[in-house]
């Protein structure tokens, strides 16, 4: 469903989230997260599962909310949110990694999947902004 709110500025249609393929690669990204979490040791590594756990739902929860803002600069907002909460949870894919929490095989996944939801969201974001992408260079002429 959507719907059109006005309340200043550029007007933005709101979306159902669960139709945005951004948030179906994050909400699945999440889930991954939280099945890899309940490995870690119980008694260590608090913090970091949390910090884990807290930065892939925050991508997105941020894309849901931004969904139902009342303008496209609010959305894009949001989407900026999420894409900030993206490049926190590949440093703490790092830092897991680093702690040998996860194989190489599992960091590299999570790694192209945090990326591939990252590229997603900034579209998206370039998208709501009514943004086009930069014109191809000229060919060479050698």
Not at 58 to 72: P, Q
Not at 92 to 98: A, D, F, L
Request: glycine share 6%; proline share 6%; aromatic share 6%.
């Amino acid at each position: 469903m959507t719907r059109t709110r006005r309340s200043g500025g550029t007007s933005h249609h709101m979306q159902d989230f669960h139709n945005i393929r951004a948030w179906r690669a994050a909400h699945s990204l999440a889930i991954k997260i939280e099945q890899l979490v309940k490995r870690f040791p119980k008694s260590e590594y608090g913090r970091l599962r949390n910090q884990l756990l807290k930065s892939a739902e925050s991508i997105a929860d941020n894309i849901a909310e931004g969904a139902a803002a009342s303008t496209n600069a609010e959305f894009a907002r949001f989407l900026d949110m999420s894409i900030k909460s993206s490049s926190e949870l590949e440093n703490q894919i790092e830092r897991s990694h680093g702690y040998g929490l996860i194989r190489d095989d599992e960091r590299a996944e999570l790694i192209n999947a945090v990326c591939d939801v990252r590229k997603m969201t900034w579209g998206l974001r370039k998208s709501v902004l009514g943004q086009k992408p930069p014109p191809p260079p000229p060919p060479d002429d050698e």
